[in-house]
């Protein structure tokens, strides 16, 4: 297996193990995965073969680019993992695939997907919030996917549990073409300290 490069910028994708009802979500999911091969950017997502997990690898795949995949050993069990990945790190449980993703990446995106996908991507927002990391947090919306997120965050500043300067730890983008143009802006460098605060 290839040995990851700490000097190549990483990002982690979250994204569902079904491909949804819209074929925009499929069409996204490989879209983006072509636009980070290019952009020699090396994906990090949760290792499966199925669904939009498996549509972004397969985009960067197909672009020549790198892909991680991190999967907890249960789910390799299963038969879901992606057997032609640049490499595969089996974790013990999906708290320590999370772990391990975060200390991969250099920013994280959030595509359409379940309640694994809004599991992770409410915990990396919080996180930040937290001052765990200062990552860039980059949520693509497809076909108004990322609405129930939103909306969910904005109830919660409405109610007055979060402060309103919860809407500056993440920005929204309608589709993969804005979102990939925000990512080649940013300056992507993890900070090494940060994991030891988890």
Do not use: N
């Amino acid at each position: 297996m290839p040995q990851t490069s700490s000097a190549q910028r990483s990002v982690v994708v979250f994204c569902g193990s079904r491909m949804g009802h819209k074929p925009a979500f499929a069409e996204a999911a490989t879209e983006l995965g072509r636009g980070l091969a290019a952009a020699g950017i090396r994906l990090i997502y949760g290792g499966g073969r199925v669904g939009l997990m498996g549509a972004v690898a397969d985009g960067v795949l197909s672009g020549g680019g790198e892909v991680i995949g991190v999967i907890p050993e249960f789910l390799t069990k299963r038969e879901v993992a992606h057997s032609g990945l640049s490499e595969m790190l089996v974790t013990h449980s999906m708290h320590s695939r999370k772990q391990r993703m975060f200390e991969l990446s250099d920013a994280f995106i959030m595509m359409p997907g379940g309640l694994g996908t809004l599991d992770e991507i409410v915990e990396i927002i919080t996180w930040r919030q937290l001052e765990l990391h200062d990552r860039p947090i980059l949520i693509c919306d497809i076909a108004g996917s990322a609405k129930p997120v939103i909306d969910a965050i904005e109830s919660i500043i409405d109610l007055g549990f979060v402060e309103p300067t919860a809407r500056d730890l993440y920005e929204v983008f309608d589709g993969p073409a804005a979102l990939l143009e925000r990512l080649a802006g940013l300056k992507l460098a993890r900070d090494k300290a940060d994991a030891g605060k988890l």
